[in-house]
């Protein structure tokens, strides 16, 4: 009988044991703060977007990731987003990196030509690049000087042929670095409507053309019809000439 006791006090003591012991678990976890996951806000593709493409707001969409999952190359703000192009394709869910990014004017001259315009390249001499202070995205004149015969002889004429053209680049930059700047180009590209670019391209091929440089604000155009001789030195002139010979 007295071993019977005992082994009831041992399991009454076993199941205290246990009993405290989950209690005990109980309580801490009650009483213990959960873990606070921190989230950061990145920017991912709302679709697959091709390379080169041009990201607008809607390509966009916000995802919350904990922090250790955050790019560090991830862009966190919108706007340093919008507008660019990237260099290579984005999976739709994928974050937007900047090293995946680039500006226009980074990417090969097809993606710097305007919408409806054409890259038309002229050789250039100093004089005609206006002393190489001409920049790429600077907006000039082009005027051209050619000879042409009439029954009074070969005369010669100076006319603006096209008005408020973009640069878009000088020989093969189209930006100008400051090691580059003092360097004169070969060529000059500018951007022409299809009309303008013939011509361009006849001014080139058979007169003499020079470029005038804009103010960066002015957008107007004007109607120059070209001059002559006689509009640089009158009859007077010329008659005064005749008789001193």
């Known amino acids: 009988m007295e071993s019977v006791n005992k082994k009831v006090i041992f399991l009454a003591l076993i199941m205290a044991l246990v009993t ?6 109980y309580v801490k976890k009650a009483t213990t703060k959960p873990e606070t996951v921190e989230y950061t806000k990145v920017y991912v593709a709302a679709k697959t977007m091709p390379a080169k493409y041009k990201v607008q707001e809607d390509d966009l969409k916000e995802a919350k ?11 966190l703000n919108k706007a340093d987003i919008i507008g660019k192009r ?3 394709r984005i999976i739709e869910g994928e974050q937007i990196l900047r090293d995946r990014l680039v500006e226009d004017k980074m990417l090969n001259l097809a ?4 919408d409806g315009k054409r890259a038309v390249s002229i050789a250039v001499t ?3 690049q206006v002393a190489n202070l001409i920049k790429p995205d600077d ?12 029954d009074e002889g070969t005369i010669k004429v100076t006319r603006t042929i096209v008005q408020n053209v973009q ?3 000088l020989g093969q930059e189209m930006t100008v670095s400051e090691e580059k700047k003092e360097e004169l180009p070969k060529t000059v590209t500018l951007a022409v409507s299809p009309s303008d670019a013939e011509k361009v391209i006849y001014a080139a091929e058979f007169g003499r053309i020079r470029l005038a440089l804009r103010n960066a604000e002015d957008k107007r155009q004007s109607n120059p019809e070209g001059v002559i001789k006689k509009d ?11 008789a001193k010979q």
């Open 86 to 88: 990237i260099k290579d």
């Open 20 to 25: 405290s012991f989950l209690v005990y678990t």
């Open 111 to 114: 993606y710097n030509v305007p």
């Open 167 to 169: 640069i878009l680049a």
């Open 232 to 242: 640089i030195m009158p009859n007077k002139a010329l008659m005064q000439g005749a």
């Open 65 to 75: 990731v904990t922090r250790e999952l955050v790019n560090v190359s991830a862009v």
């Open 126 to 128: 100093e004089e005609i």
């Open 139 to 150: 907006m000039v004149d082009v005027v051209a000087s050619f000879e042409f015969d009439k």
